[in-house]
């Protein structure tokens, strides 16, 4: 069964600074990996994926994420935050099975100070 | 705005009551997800349609939850004789599936917050 591990509940970072939010999957066959926002009752916004290829993976919001197979992970990362990056991050992930459903892992709170 | 679309955003119902939740999909969209939420959770996948065809069920998906995507456009998600461990919030999500490609990131809702007294 597939896993997602997000070992943080918050990160805190100044803004300027670069941040890291980190996440380990577990899957039995290929993963496919997303990365999801949420800000204060609203829905999920898609960051970005890997599905196959570079290990590098930029996204939305100067936003990009390493995939690291032998360690399992698949942490986001930023070069310079914004205090509004402040939200709620989910890692999520699937097998390449064929079944479509997204596990995701509890959430990350970034806080980003001014 | 031609996001996913969901109908109520807030409900409140007193226990044993049924509700029905309403997702528009982006229109183009050939997949819909429905999970949820609760809080300091992240989304519990609950089922998966394919056009009308509903492919994949959770078992968090009992007897009294049942989801429906008649013509493959809009769903709807209905909680019968509702129960206080109900409450959370009931997330839509849409992708498209376009051949054999199935990687398309789902696009999610704003979601409905249930609260059962």
């Known amino acids: 069964a597939q896993s997602v591990a997000q070992p943080e509940d918050q990160v805190n970072v100044a803004e300027g600074n670069p941040l890291t939010v980190k996440c380990t999957y577990s899957v039995s066959g290929n993963p496919y990996l997303f990365w999801y926002v949420q800000y204060p009752n609203r829905g999920l916004q898609f960051l970005l994926k890997?599905?196959?290829?570079?290990?590098l993976v930029k996204g939305s919001y100067g936003f990009e994420a390493e995939f690291n197979k032998s360690q399992t992970s698949f942490h986001l990362k930023k070069p310079s935050a914004l205090v509004s990056d402040s939200a709620l991050y989910f890692c999520a992930v699937r097998d390449d099975t064929g079944f479509q459903k997204l596990v995701f892992g509890t959430g990350t709170r970034l806080l980003v100070s001014p | 705005d031609t996001g996913v679309s969901q109908d109520p955003r807030h409900k409140i119902t007193k226990r044993g009551q049924n509700v029905t939740f309403r997702c528009d999909p982006i229109s183009e969209h050939n997949r819909l997800y429905w999970y949820r939420q609760t809080l300091g959770q992240g989304p519990e996948f609950l089922t998966y349609?394919?056009?009308?065809?509903?492919?994949?069920k959770s078992r968090l998906l009992s007897d009294r939850f049942s989801a429906e995507r008649p013509k493959g456009s809009f769903s709807t998600l209905e909680i019968q004789r509702t129960e206080q461990g109900d409450s959370a919030m009931y997330l839509c999500?849409?992708?498209?599936?376009?051949?054999?490609?199935?990687?398309?990131?789902?696009?999610f809702g704003p979601g409905t917050r249930l609260t059962v007294l």
């Open positions: 349609f394919q056009n009308e065809a509903q492919l994949e």
């Open positions: 999500a849409s992708s498209l599936k376009l051949g054999t490609s199935g990687n398309n990131e789902q696009f």
């Open positions: 890997y599905i196959t290829g570079d290990n």
